[in-house]
């Protein structure tokens, strides 16, 4: 598992957290999955939002569009799209889609992906993001077990999310 993918699982785990209302953009996820059409919802609260950006180091920023099945934080059916940005180039991404209520099993790349940015603005603690992804993803049913070639989910979705600043 690749640290971009580590970041995604732990932005997962955390549940992500959003600012308070006022700020609306379209802040959804739409495509398909597996040859279906499917929409995500990104949850927000309050206090912050599935869709965010964290600084690793100055001049690196992670960035984290996470969707759910309903418009409320669960496991069972996020899609969760996580990329670096180095100096204001885009790196790759990392993709995962959960269909059960746990971690594992799951899809995912095993490799880094290429992403297409349409927008990326970043203003102090928010930003917006634009973009799409299109690729395959394997199963992976455990943590000790390799990328499942045999058992794959094409997926292509785009996004368009308000970015909220996470502090870890």
Do not use: C
Not at 117 to 130: F, Y
């Amino acid at each position: 598992m690749t640290k971009q993918q580590r970041l995604g699982m732990s932005s997962l785990l955390l549940g992500g957290l959003m600012w308070g209302a006022g700020h609306v953009v379209a802040d959804e996820i739409s495509g398909t999955l597996d040859g279906e059409p499917k929409e995500w919802h990104i949850v927000t609260h309050s206090e912050g939002s599935t869709a965010n950006f964290s600084e690793l180091m100055p001049g690196m920023v992670n960035v984290t569009v996470q969707g759910h099945r309903e418009p409320r934080f669960e496991t069972q059916g996020t899609l969760s799209i996580s990329f670096i940005v180095m100096n204001g180039d885009t790196g790759d991404a990392s993709v995962s889609y959960f269909p059960e209520s746990g971690m594992l099993p799951h899809y995912g790349t095993e490799q880094d992906v290429p992403i297409e940015i349409a927008l990326l603005e970043i203003d102090g603690d928010t930003g917006r993001v634009k973009g799409r992804v299109a690729t395959s993803l394997a199963y992976v049913a455990s943590m000790t077990e390799e990328h499942d070639h045999s058992n794959t989910m094409g997926i292509d979705v785009s996004f368009d999310a308000t970015l909220v600043r996470e502090e870890y």
